[in-house]
Nanobody, 115 residues
Framework: QVQLVESGGGLVQPGGSLRLSCAAS????????MGWYRQAPGKQRELVAK???????NYADSVKGQFTISRDNAENTVYLQMNSLKPEDTAVYYC?????????WGKGTLVTVSS
């Protein structure tokens, strides 16, 4: 089981940007995919973005063109660049690591978009 530690969350004004980081305790290249999920208050957890070991990406429709997921295998870190943030992007953001048999989760980092 890999340990995932998210960072980079915080309070940002609408229209601002944040970059989230997810540091893994082991090699992320061994996982089929790395991802970001989020859970807003009173809502279900939802997929935000994923990146496969081969570098393919997919995004939730709500963040396409706004968020970018990337990975640095040498640093065992996954990033989520979030631009043009809106109040509805307020949520706890979780990092995930998918193997063929399981998904590991980080503890999350809170992003609050508010003026």
């Amino acid at each position: 089981q890999v340990q995932l530690v998210e960072s980079g969350g915080g309070l940002v004004q609408p229209g601002g940007s944040l970059r989230l980081s997810c540091a893994a305790s082991g090699s992320i290249s061994s996982f089929n995919a790395m991802g970001w999920y989020r859970q807003a208050p009173g809502k279900q957890r939802e997929l935000v973005a994923k990146i496969t070991s081969g570098g393919s990406t997919n995004y939730a429709d709500s963040v396409k063109g706004q968020f970018t997921i990337s990975r640095d295998n040498a640093e065992n870190t996954v990033y989520l660049q979030m631009n043009s943030l809106k109040p509805e992007d307020t949520a706890v953001y979780y990092c995930t690591a998918d193997s063929s048999i399981s998904r590991d989760w980080g503890k999350g980092t809170l992003v609050t978009v508010s003026s």
